[in-house]
């Protein structure tokens, strides 16, 4: 049995040792019923569960739920781009663009298609030659029907259909 379902399995068995506090559980156990005590003033639509996200910009008020997330935040407003690359000198505001950046300055191509030959720099552009591949067609024109297996190529296609 997968240690997942054997975790999630005791939580509805009452063993409350898998949380760290019993509002965990109650909050999990609400999700799971699709219990929603929580309703939004404005417009009465209700939620399971309330998410308070305790760091806030003071530019221009987002909030963020996780620390790490807030100084990353503060470059796109400041702009402020700490990253630079050795190769061309080009500046980036988070370490892992400078990364995908740098891949694509080496050559290197670590993702690589199981069903040919060809390797990518970036895991985004190996998903999409994937769709392609496997004909998979995800996004959809909403006048016409036709569906593309990029969402660049349904942009291009819609504005020929508008």
Same mark, same amino acid.
């Given at each position: 049995?997968?240690?997942?379902?054997?975790?999630?399995?005791? #939580?509805?068995?009452? #063993? +409350?040792?898998?949380?760290?506090?019993?509002?965990? +559980?109650?909050?999990? +156990?609400?999700?799971?019923?699709?219990?929603?005590?929580?309703?939004?003033?404005?417009?009465?639509?209700?939620?399971?569960?309330?998410? #308070?996200?305790?760091?806030? =910009?003071? /530019?221009?008020?987002?909030?963020?739920?996780?620390?790490?997330? @807030?100084?990353?935040?503060?470059?796109?407003?400041?702009?402020?781009?700490?990253?630079? =690359?050795?190769? =061309?000198?080009?500046?980036?505001?988070?370490?892992?663009? @400078?990364?995908?950046?740098?891949?694509?300055?080496?050559? /290197?191509?670590?993702?690589?298609?199981?069903?040919?030959?060809?390797?990518?720099?970036?895991?985004?552009?190996?998903? /999409?030659? @994937?769709?392609?591949?496997?004909?998979?067609?995800?996004?959809?024109?909403?006048?016409?029907?036709?569906?593309?297996?990029?969402?660049?190529?349904?942009?291009?296609? +819609?504005?020929?259909?508008?």
């Amino acid at each position: 049995m997968g240690s997942a379902l054997f975790v999630h399995q005791k #939580v509805h068995a009452g #063993v +409350l040792e898998f949380f760290s506090q019993k509002h965990i +559980l109650a909050e999990h +156990l609400r999700v799971d019923t699709d219990e929603s005590p929580f309703s939004c003033s404005g417009c009465g639509k209700a939620f399971s569960e309330t998410w #308070v996200n305790p760091f806030s =910009c003071s /530019e221009c008020a987002k909030s963020f739920s996780q620390k790490h997330i @807030l100084p990353e935040h503060l470059r796109v407003n400041t702009g402020e781009s700490p990253f630079s =690359c050795s190769e =061309c000198g080009k500046y980036f505001f988070q370490k892992h663009i @400078l990364s995908e950046h740098l891949r694509v300055n080496t050559g /290197e191509s670590p993702f690589s298609c199981s069903g040919c030959v060809k390797s990518f720099s970036q895991k985004h552009i190996l998903a /999409e030659h @994937l769709r392609v591949n496997t004909g998979e067609s995800p996004f959809s024109c909403s006048v016409c029907r036709n569906s593309f297996c990029q969402k660049l190529i349904l942009a291009e296609h +819609l504005i020929v259909n508008t």
